[in-house]
């Protein structure tokens, strides 16, 4: 179908979350209810608005190896695509990826722009390196590049210590937070261990990507706080395999080891304390692009119902990320049609009848 034809599809089924059968109609990319007669039927099933990867890497080279050419970038939101995940949060990328957005066959990006980070206290070639009293600074360049994030790296292991440690102090934090806030952008932190979690709370932030350190207080100050939560439980499933290329750092790969022990009981405490909880699954570097269904799996095997987990992999996604959560009158029509309900077996979303971009199947 060329991009910019304009036609009417139909398509007939049960809407989630609202959990009601309806007939709907695509005209001009958008959803509409009102009847449109001689229209043929192209779908029929489970409605369930389109997947979001709240935790991606548009542009990180395949096993952390750098920057990715602009070859590899187009794979990697190909790959997302036909994973179900129509709309991508980039955390964070060595490269400039706003290309991405002037494809309509690609799924809708927002971008953080480029990891802020200590020298030598994270990955060498993908984040910017600054030093504290640059920190709010470059937080407020990076939202004005940005699509409204902005990523601080907020631990690492330190060699000298020989384990996870807070990356900046508890001030500049706090500034680099304001920073962005007063330049419109929203801020989320990598964070890994324990220590660095108070400061990044009392220091205002917007999101925590993996927290595996969270406690059960911490947990209830997010909440209270409004704080989000992309526990990127695929992700944190790898910690034993870092821990065993790490023994030379044996206090770091036993604290590598106790996180992903208590992973799914922390992402399980944060949902009944409150915590928006989204899904991400840090693809990029490490981790294969298309994996939503999988993080979307294990939130629901850490505990969280199947329909909060769908949820989190959908609809509040969409909603925390600025998106029409449901496929209201008007909304864009970015959709999967699924022959079962997906919350009695969300493995249904791996193979969808059909996929809508924008108004377009791509199946």
Known sequence: MNPRETQTLHVRGVLLPEDQPRDLY???GHVSYERVDAVATIAEGWIVPGLVDAHCHIGIGLGQSGPADRDEQERQAAADLDGGALLLRDCGSPVDNRWVQQR???PRLI??????????????????????AELPSAAAEQARLGDGWVKIVADWIDRDRGDLAPAWPAEAVRAAVAAAHAAGARVTAHVFGEEALPDLIDGGIDCLEHGPGLDDTLLARMARSGIALVPTLINIYTFPSIADRAERFPAYAGHMRHLHARAPDMVRTAYEAGVRVCAGTDAGGGIQHGRI?????????????ADVALAAGSWDARTWLGFPGGLSEGAPADFLVLADDPRRNLDTLRHPRQTFLRGRPLR
Request: without cysteine; neutral net charge; glycine residues 10%.
């Open 293 to 305: 269904v999988d993080e979307i799996v294990a939130l629901n095997r850490a505990g969280l119902p």
């Open 111 to 132: 971008r953080a722009g480029r990891h802020l980070a200590r020298p030598r206290r994270y990955l060498r070639g993908l984040g910017l390196d600054v030093e504290p």
């Open 104 to 106: 309509e066959d690609l």
């Open 26 to 28: 695509i005209v001009d």
